[in-house]
């Protein structure tokens, strides 16, 4: 049997949504997918690629030139487009406070700190700025090392109207502000396009229970940075070796695996495929996600989307396998989420590190072991056994209210929903 650190390294590399080597990504999977049908002998599994189109921009220029030289910058894709020189407002975290007597913003460009929140953008609409720029990294940071990459302004952020924006590193930005430097040049031009990405599915049918399924996920994208091995080629892995399990051992309910892409993008993936088997949705009744596991220093842990009910399973099941984890109940932001918002309860189940960092130039390899890959898949073997051949399901599909109002939060519809 192969090692599940050598699948890891094997999907080490960039695979950014909608690029070709995602694709190249989704073809290792299927790969694995098929030599596990063949070896189970299990020519009835159903598995195929599900693509989708996710938006995307062709950046023809982007530059950001101030106090007569030019600082490194990326886009913001699908933020629009600016040819000027404006003024330079700092906001720090452009909170409301923050706005107050900074007069009119018509015309200006403003730096912040990040820009995480759609009512920052907002307030940024409001007050007609002309351009945002965002720091990223720390002051002594590189560009490598500031994880300078382009980022796509999501649709919940341009429903309130599309502006400019521009990331630079932290060092650039504490120069601009140490040397009080007024005015900027930004030039952003580009033009919204479409790319293709995929979902990779494979579908074990279940025993005497078959007509009740469970879906399992784990996203294969990464971003433009580092190899992506622990967030999230481990996650695929494990759920590959998960797959290899059950397919060898058919549960009475079916499975239904799926390797998301495009998670890096907003959960793109997992979108795609409740918009698209929303009839299907009705059969399902749990989901398990795998996103980062096995490094060899760190923690387990267990995100609980439902009832009370399924963190008591959780916390009980632990204790008689004796697996220590740290089990939280919350809106997990990985491709769980879609499904808990069609009312289908949820555990995620990873394994955290303070020696390494995702999203980053520095999420690689040296940091997970075999054994710890080894630990977490077994434990999951187990606990999806559990409830996939269970007489009764730990929990029922459904939200409590406090859960449906995170899921409302998190998906953007506050302020919807305030309309009304």
Known sequence: MKELMDFVKELSFVRVGGSAEEKKAAELIMREINETAEE??????????????????????????????????????????????????YLDDASEIDFAGVGDLEGKAVLLNKLT????????????????????????????????YPRRLREHFTRNGVIPGFLITAADALRLI???????QLILEQEETELESQNVSAVIEGTDLKAESIVLTAHYDSVPVGTGSWDNATGTTALLAIFRYFAANPPR??????????EELGLLGSRAYVEQEKERLEQIAFCFNFD??????????????????????????????????????????????????????????????????????????????????????????????????????????GMPEDTRKELDKYFHREEDKGKK
């Open 117 to 148: 929140d759609e009512e920052v953008y907002k307030r940024l609409t409001e007050h007609k700025v002309s351009a945002f720029l965002v720091m990223q990294g720390k002051y002594y940071s590189s560009e490598k090392e500031a994880s300078l």
């Open 292 to 397: 980062m596991c096995g490094t060899a220093l760190g923690s387990n842990r267990i995100c609980v989307t439902g009832e009370k009910e399924l963190q008591t399973f959780a916390e009980q099941y632990c204790k008689i396998t004796g697996y220590s984890a740290e089990i939280k109940s919350l809106v997990h932001s990985s491709d769980s989420a879609p499904f808990c918002d069609n009312e289908i309860p949820a555990l995620g189940l990873s394994r955290g590190t303070s020696t390494a960092e995702i999203h980053t130039i520095y999420d690689l390899l040296p940091t997970l072991s075999e054994k710890a890959m080894c630990k977490n898949v077994e434990f999951a073997v187990g606990m999806i056994g559990a409830v996939a051949n269970a007489a009764v399901l730990p929990v029922k599909k």
């Open 178 to 184: 140490q040397e009080e430097v007024e005015k900027v």
């Open 253 to 262: 309910r079916t499975l239904r695996f799926l390797w998301c892409g495009s």
């Open 40 to 89: 189970t002998g299990r020519q009835d599994i159903q598995k195929e690629y599900m693509k989708f189109r996710i938006p995307d921009a062709e950046v023809r220029k982007c530059s950001v030139g101030a106090a007569g030289r030019e600082i490194p910058c990326v886009p913001y894709l699908c933020s629009g487009n600016i040819d000027r020189e404006c003024e330079l407002i």
